[in-house]
């Protein structure tokens, strides 16, 4: 909320039934939240509808009550007992309270665009927000990592909800933030989180599986993620899209039909952003690719070649948003590892490197060990676990993903939540067995323990692939979060077996 503030539902761009006036003096979706002149969004949840809230926040003083027709025949009892009360029904309360949410902060970054897709979308944001600042631009990137750059602020989730997003992008603007990189998670883009956000350009990284626990089918996790191009982003918008993956040629598709020009990035000929070649070493790669006939190269820093597609990718959207493409690309020699994507966490004595990613679906960890092959001249060792309380389906597939990429896989404990971290590891084993790697792979529950064995295992010129945790600080084991941190944990395990600093 913003201290002191007030404002009417005609500045918020609402209509009450009847006509009826209300002065709101902050938002919320919690009806734990609610004070006196407060307006309680009253939303269509996953477990119970909010609608069944609206008489306590009645009795606490809300002004106003936005929701849908349900949650008003949920409350129609008690609404009748406070007629000075604004009611404002919204076929779609969620897309209603995002407009809000934007008038009520009033102020976000001059450019803003989000980027979208199963994996590498804080990847993407980062390097969108990196180059900004290196043509010396004020800028954040939003999502996973929290809020980074020129302003910073934690955040609980990717795309947060729109009363904290906005509370966010107001202060990243008054802190003189002109730039904002942001992620579209599925779930923001379905639940319309991002829709009061002005977007100039969005981005499509690719399209694997994931979430399933909260998206019915694979059409309806595609379906949210259209979202981003057919409803978010202006008609004078421009997509960026990846068009190597099959889904982005889809992307194109209702891209175009919305109007939208299009920066299209990828191998395939063509490409607006076309690469051409990569060249691995141990410790980055160089990359060259066309741009309008130019041909460009640059060497980075950065592990994997997934990255430079991400660079690319990040670099159309900088372009996308107004930035001139030659100083956009003289930029990327400049670009760093993004916190827990393929990062170098130790190096062992004989030269072994352990890196930790965030890859934790089925497609990750095997394009994260794919990415990390041609820089490892010896054995490739992979940590792998699955997280307890998502989607199941992908447990398996992420320990077959493991071995046929892998030499030799660990598989441990990876927030098992609720459940039972045993039953877990035992289905990401099931997948390890369908691919033929029994042999190849062990079961050790304990992270650290895990980390140890596989930092122990590393001879001259292998290399160790943490997967799972990325940039986290915690295992969260039922309700409790123990501190734990793949990458501190990996140079305590060479300090321990090396001796020294790792
Ligand atoms: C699954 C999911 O996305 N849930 C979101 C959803 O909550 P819900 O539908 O489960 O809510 P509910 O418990 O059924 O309650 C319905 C409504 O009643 C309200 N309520 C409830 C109880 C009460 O006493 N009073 C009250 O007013 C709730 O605030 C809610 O608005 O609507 C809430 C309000 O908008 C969100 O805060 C909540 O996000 C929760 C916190 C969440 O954990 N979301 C995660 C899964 C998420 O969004 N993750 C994505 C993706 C990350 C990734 O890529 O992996 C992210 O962007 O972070
Ligand atoms: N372009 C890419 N293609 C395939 N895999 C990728 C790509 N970029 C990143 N990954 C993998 O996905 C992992 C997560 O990357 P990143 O955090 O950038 O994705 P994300 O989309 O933000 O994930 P989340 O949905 O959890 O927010 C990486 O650690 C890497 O293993
Ligand atoms: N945003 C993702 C992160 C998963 C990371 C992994 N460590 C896990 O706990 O499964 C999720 O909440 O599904
Ligand atoms: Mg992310």
């Known amino acids: 909320m913003v201290a002191g503030q007030t404002k009417s539902l005609t500045e918020l761009g609402l209509t009450a039934q009847g006509g009826k006036r209300a002065q709101i003096t902050g938002l919320t979706v919690d009806s734990r939240e609610v004070a006196e002149g407060v307006l309680f969004a009253a939303l269509p949840g996953t477990r119970v509808h909010g609608g069944e809230f609206i008489q306590y926040a009645l009795r606490m003083g809300a002004a106003a009550i936005l929701t849908d027709s349900r949650g008003a025949r949920l409350a129609a009892d008690d609404l009748a007992l406070y007629d000075n009360v604004a009611l404002i029904v919204a076929e779609d309360p969620r897309q209603t309270l995002a407009y809000t949410a934007a008038l009520w902060f009033g102020a976000q970054p001059e450019v803003m665009v989000a980027v979208t897709g199963t994996n590498g979308k804080t990847s993407v944001a980062s390097f969108c927000r990196q180059i900004w600042m290196e043509l010396g631009l004020e800028a954040v990137n939003i999502g996973t990592t929290g809020v980074e750059g020129a302003f910073e602020a934690p955040l609980a989730h990717t795309t947060p909800e729109p009363i904290t997003l906005h509370r966010v992008l107001a202060e990243a603007e008054a802190a003189g933030v002109t730039h904002a990189a942001m992620e579209a998670s599925s779930h923001g883009l379905e639940q319309r989180r991002l829709d009061g956000v002005h977007l100039r350009a969005a981005g499509f990284t690719n399209f694997s599986q994931d979430h399933l626990d909260y998206h019915a089918t694979f059409d309806e996790y595609f379906a949210a993620k259209a979202g981003l191009f057919d ?257 501190e944990q990996a140079s305590v395990a060479v300090s321990a077996l090396d001796g020294g600093l790792a």
């Open 231 to 487: 409803r978010v982003l202006p008609e004078d918008g421009v997509a960026v899209l990846n068009v190597d993956d099959p889904r982005g040629q889809a992307m194109a598709e209702i891209a175009s039909a919305r109007g939208q020009d299009l920066i299209t990035v990828g191998r395939r000929e063509g490409s607006d952003l076309h690469m051409l070649a990569q060249r691995f070493d141990p410790t980055g790669q160089e990359l060259r690719f066309d741009w309008q006939g130019r041909i460009h190269q640059a060497r980075m820093p950065l592990i994997g070649g997934f990255q430079a597609e991400n660079v690319l990718l990040a670099a159309g959207l900088a372009i996308a948003a107004g930035a001139d493409a030659e100083r956009v690309f003289e930029t990327l020699p400049h670009m760093k590892t993004v916190r827990g994507r393929m990062q170098l966490a130790a190096t062992r004595a004989n030269g072994a490197a352990v890196f930790v990613d965030f890859a934790h679906t089925p497609d990750a960890v095997s394009t994260a060990l794919k990415a990390l092959r041609p820089h490892v001249m010896g054995r490739l060792i992979a940590i792998v676990g699955a997280g307890g309380d998502r989607d199941a389906a992908k447990r398996p597939l992420m320990g077959k993903a493991a071995v046929e990429n892998a030499d030799l896989v660990i598989v441990t404990d990876d927030n098992p939540r609720s459940e039972d971290p045993a039953t877990i590891r035992a289905a990401v084993m099931a997948g390890v067995a369908t691919a033929g790697g029994a042999d190849s792979a062990t079961e050790v529950g304990d992270r650290a323990e895990a980390i140890l064995r596989g930092v122990d295992m590393l001879g001259p010129g292998d290399a160790l692939l943490i997967c799972g945790k990325g940039h986290e600080s915690g295992q969260i084991v039922g309700d409790d979060v123990f501190p734990f941190d793949d990458s």
